[in-house]
């Protein structure tokens, strides 16, 4: 097994994210990897992704938690901040990393970056671009995506 | 891979392996003789990659660029990529027809261990077209590709 020596921190967040999860968000480690987690994280209302269930996963690296999580969408999805290959762009997955935040921290600041999409710190040119040039047209391609690619179906 | 980790062994899950690669081959390796990238951009599960050996000198292959796929299914890294060249060559453990690396004849494939990388095969073959066996096979003409 790959999770005899699991560190403490790991196991507390572990069952706080699984008695207590935040609203919106779902996130439990597979079988076989207690590292790796399967994350869902609904659309916030009142933003283009509303209506969408978004698979993503997670994996708190060896050096956890002085590094942070590495986190990627699964889910197809519209935002300039998130790339093709579901990679996003978010400070406190960089540099801003600090030990102090946790699993649950990271998960509710995506779900932010979902509602408020930052054009101006883009992963995506073509989308950012989209976004600054005619943001109506943008929130409607995310919503049209977020049905297409999200349902939960 | 977690020598002297106090025992500890994290498993990189495949996803976020495949990604550690795809930087890593995006920044560029060594001395630019060997690299890769993926084929598919939209593709979340990364599944295939070209990669490409320059031909190392004092052998046939010097001045040679020889492309090739690499095809990483579900369950890499745990099973090795399936490896074939693109551009055609002769070399031992190269399939005459098909170009595919013939694992039982390219010992890092069969014997593959989880923290060997794409990076880890390319330069093998690289090191191969140099070895004694293969440095001086008569090669077919350049620019040629397998069906």
Not at chain 1, 116 to 130: G, V
Not at chain 2, 73 to 94: A, G, L, W
Not at chain 2, 121 to 141: C, D, F, G, S
Request: proline content about 8%.
């Amino acid at each position: 097994m790959a999770n005899s020596n699991l560190p403490r921190r790991i196991i507390k967040e572990t069952q706080r994210l699984l008695s207590e999860p935040a609203p919106g968000i779902s996130a439990s480690p597979s079988e076989d990897n207690m590292r790796y987690f399967n994350v869902m994280i609904l659309g916030p209302t009142q933003s283009p992704y509303e209506g969408g269930v978004f698979k993503l996963e997670l994996f708190l690296p060896e050096e956890y938690p002085m590094a942070a999580p590495k986190v990627r969408f699964l889910t197809k999805i519209y935002h300039p901040n998130i790339d093709k290959l579901g990679r996003i762009c978010l400070d406190i997955l960089k540099d801003k990393w600090s030990p102090a935040l946790q699993i649950r921290t990271v998960l509710l600041s995506i779900q932010a970056l979902l509602s408020a999409p930052n054009p101006d710190d883009p992963l995506s040119e073509n989308i950012a671009k989209h976004w600054k040039t005619n943001e109506a047209e943008a929130v409607e391609t995310a919503k049209e995506w977020t049905r297409l690619y999200a349902s939960g179906a | 891979m977690t020598l002297g980790s106090g025992g500890s062994s994290v498993v990189v899950p495949r996803n976020f392996r495949l990604l550690e690669e795809l930087e890593r081959g995006e920044k560029g390796i060594g001395d630019g003789t060997v690299s890769y990238g993926m084929d598919d951009g939209d593709d979340i599960y990364m599944r295939s990659w070209t990669g490409t050996i320059i031909g190392p000198h004092n052998t046939v292959h010097e001045g040679r660029i020889y492309q090739l796929k690499l095809f990483c299914d579900k369950d890499y890294p745990e099973k090795p990529p399936s490896v074939r060249f693109h551009s055609r060559i002769n070399m031992t453990c190269v399939n005459h027809e098909t170009g595919v690396v013939e694992p039982k004849k390219f010992g890092l494939l069969a014997n593959w261990q989880r923290e060997y990388t794409m990076e880890d095969i390319l330069t093998q073959l690289k090191k191969e077209m140099a070895a004694p066996h293969n440095r001086k096979l008569v090669q077919p003409p350049e620019g040629g590709l397998f069906d």
